[in-house]
């Protein structure tokens, strides 16, 4: 792979496949990995993002209220489903389906209450944490089946390029416990090798089980030759359905036409018998089939999960008119092949993690976006003696510096502005939610501008601080545009507000942090030359020695 032909190793191989497979791609994967792991929050994002709901606390008559509330609301559906408040939502979600609805969500009809009251509630439109997480993993603004394209072809150099890394480096955990501070290329190598094996399991992990979601796409020649090319066959197969999803409309029932009104027994000795049974987490969610008749049942779902395959925690049952224990149905047991994909779908997606296991995810996710701007950083600045013999930027170290500082910084500002355009559109603007999104993509472009207008330096200085002081004002925006503030979010209990703002003050540190010692290693280089006599003249020998011991 040498230009001259020479002959190389193995590691030198892995070398050269290491830098252009992060390189070529590596724009997109930042971007990727960065919404990715705001993806462990999507539930959180969406809550900070309607203010409408911060002002239903829950209390001890939740279940109760909302009960009350699906009764005035959908007293004829055929199905009402009411997820409690937890430490990932402030409000009640209650949705149903009436009668002959629809298959699917389409048929799914929503609403949002107050915890504290059971009054319906009107949040804002917006996409919320939705948006980050669609775009991680299918873009926007093209067909989804391309965007999935895009970004498993990504993937795949995503993996080669771990795999490679890992093989170039002979030393790489010898090289983790090493950190050489200001020393230009070797720092920024440092900082590579070390967020890349401080995560190397989960980076691995997230990558190839990314790959398997989308394997179906990527390689469909398996679905294609057993089920000849009935792919809805396979999809309804492997969730444990029949093919056209009878199975669960059978399980679930319909309402009869005819049924005679019975009331729907009192919940809270029922929610009292779920928490005596699971102190720990308690009940998550409540499934009414056929309410308001003979036959209705309630169903309580534990909150939270034991299975990372499965997804779901422990079922009551009960009769819905005299509040009988029932015995639920024996699910089937899932096959070995429905096992593994629900166990990589369930990492990827992080859905089994408690709160402390979710921000392990998170912060493994940071380490890894870390690690993808650090590589790319990395390649400019290896090439700066090259740029300093020739006297001139090429064109193409130009582009990559441009797309560096629109990708990484610039991704972070446009996503503060994100969530800005939230808090100030109007509140009942047309399109409302697709204004959110384009402000987030106009940001976006204004910031790869303006690394095109300024010099190199200056452009990584005043866009860090730009997304340092946006971030910073997250919390102090949420306050005043009808949001919990962030004390009075920490003594209720709302952790999905007061954990939004305190990453929100995290994520300024660091940007803060960067474009400080970014402004004083600028300040150091001013001074370097006339301190180290500047303008003599190293002859060209002396200059690949060093480079080469560097």
Known sequence: MRPDGKPEGLRQSMSWLHTWCGLLLGWLLYAVFFTGTLSFFVDEITDWMRPELHRSVPGPQTAELAVAAMQKIAPDAATWTINLPGERQTAVEASWRAPGAAAGRAGTQRVQLDAGTGEVLTPRETRGGNFLYRFHFELYAMPRIWGRWIVGIATMFMFVAIISGVITHKKIFAEFFTFRPRKGQRSWLDAHNATAVLALPFHIVITFSGLLLLMSMLMPWGIDAVYNGDAQKYFAESRGRAAGGGGEREARGGRPQAAEPAPLTAIAPLMQAAQARWPERGVGSIVVQRPGTPGS????????????????????????????????????????????SGTVMGIHLGRFADPAVRWLLFLSGVVGTVMAGSGLVLWVVKRLPERRKLGRTPRGHRLVEVLNIGAISGLSIATATYFFANRLLPVDIAQRADLEIRCFFVAWGLCLLHALLRPHRRAWLEQLWLAALAFAALPLLNAATGGTPLPAAMLHGQWSVAGFDLVALAFAALHGFAAWKLGK??????????????????????????????
Do not use: C, N, W, Y
């Open 297 to 340: 049942t309630i169903e309580l779902r534990e909150q939270g999960a034991h299975s990372v395959a499965r997804g779901a925690g422990e079922k009551l049952l009960f009769d819905g008119a005299t509040g009988a224990p029932r015995t639920p149905p024996e699910a089937r047991a899932p096959s070995a092949a429905q096992m593994v």
């Open 521 to 550: 290693s600028a300040a150091v280089a001013a001074t370097r030359p006339a301190a180290s006599g500047a303008g003599l003249r190293v002859p060209r020998p002396v200059a690949q020695s060093a480079e080469k011991q560097a």
